[in-house]
């Protein structure tokens, strides 16, 4: 089945710590995405990718990080210089041609930072 | 720039009832519309979309949405509400390299 994997579901970390979230799709779709979802927020961006190797900072890139060394996988780093990071982040994908504009989702994963 | 305003962080409905979701957007340009439902602790699944073709747009599990430049509405509709479609939706428009959201309706639904 195609579709869009996050993993893990539910993380916990430590105040000052760097934590990696992973996403990685099996729609052969050129561009990823990462959002942040807070309650009463909707959702904000973080990062996209419309090509390997290349991404372009969203709303709110600051104290976060990431890498598109595969078509495939598009990686989100929190820092420890994001000052809240707990929330739900969410991943996705989409075609860059013809009906681009559609983005398809992954379950999201929920970190808590303490 | 492109903007999305959804009216309502809550609304409630007893089963049976219409349901109607309100979105209004912003955009310079011809706009891609979505409307996407989010169950809890889980990702976002499209319901349905505009991308110019009929003004009036149906989507999954019996809601449709219409499209009026004149009013910049996409309200989201379903003429009889389900226990089922208790859940978050989003309205959100494309700016052209990402979706641009709202801040998400919350439906209730009571028996």
């Known amino acids: 089945d195609g579709g869009i994997t996050q993993s893990p579901k539910y993380l916990f970390r430590k105040e000052g710590q760097n934590v990696t979230l992973s996403c990685e799709q099996n729609?052969?779709?050129?561009?990823m995405y990462w959002y942040r979802q807070d309650p009463g927020q909707g959702l904000r961006l973080i990062y996209y990718?419309?090509?390997?190797?290349?991404?372009q900072k969203g709303d709110i890139a600051e104290g976060y990080s990431v890498s598109r060394e595969k078509k495939e996988s598009f990686p989100l780093t929190v820092t420890s210089a994001q000052k809240n990071p707990t929330a739900f982040y969410l991943c996705?994908?989409?075609?860059?041609?013809?009906?681009?504009?559609?983005?398809?989702f992954g379950p999201g994963t929920r970190l808590t930072v303490t | 720039a492109q903007s999305v305003t959804q009216l309502g962080s809550h609304v409630s409905v007893s089963e049976g009832a219409l349901v109607l979701l309100r979105c209004n957007y912003s955009s310079s340009v011809p706009p891609y519309l979505f409307w996407y439902v989010q169950y809890p602790n889980q990702g976002l699944q499209l319901l349905l979309k505009y991308t110019s073709a009929a003004t009036l747009v149906k989507g999954i599990n019996g809601f449709e949405a219409e499209f009026k430049k004149s009013e910049t509405s996409f309200h989201l509709t379903k003429p009889s509400a389900h226990m089922s479609d208790a859940a978050e939706y989003f309205c959100a428009v494309s700016s052209g390299t990402a979706l641009i959201f709202g801040k998400g309706t919350t439906l209730s639904v009571s028996s």
């Open positions: 729609l052969n779709h050129d561009a």
């Open positions: 990718s419309q090509i390997v190797n290349d991404f």
């Open positions: 996705a994908s989409s075609t860059t041609s013809g009906s681009r504009h559609e983005q398809y």
